[in-house]
């Protein structure tokens, strides 16, 4: 397998991971009362900058994510004309 592919792999994975904790860090879901004297309910306040980053960071993943599976083709393509054309 290429090396190359491989590090694109893992970097797609890391920005995944990461992009996905931004988002869920950016939305919050804590009960509260809205000010009012009243029993909490849960009320979903999305933080824009962490949910924003979060896209961008999973869309990033994703164009990795799609760069290395065309890396791995066009070497394993590469590997079997070498093999055939021997």
């Known amino acids: ?5 491989v590090v694109t792999a893992l970097v797609a994975v890391v920005l995944l991971v990461v992009g ?12 509260s009362t809205g000010g009012l004297l ?7 306040r999305v933080l824009g900058a962490w949910v924003a980053s979060g896209v961008v960071l999973v ?9 290395a599976v065309a890396r791995w083709r066009a070497a394993s393509r590469t590997e079997r004309a070498d093999r055939s054309g021997a």
């Open 59 to 67: 869309t990033a993943a994703l164009v990795c994510g799609i760069d």
């Open 1 to 5: 397998m290429n090396r190359r592919a």
């Open 38 to 44: 009243v029993s909490p309910v849960p009320l979903t």
């Open 20 to 31: 996905v904790l931004c988002v869920a860090h950016g939305v919050d879901t804590a009960p």
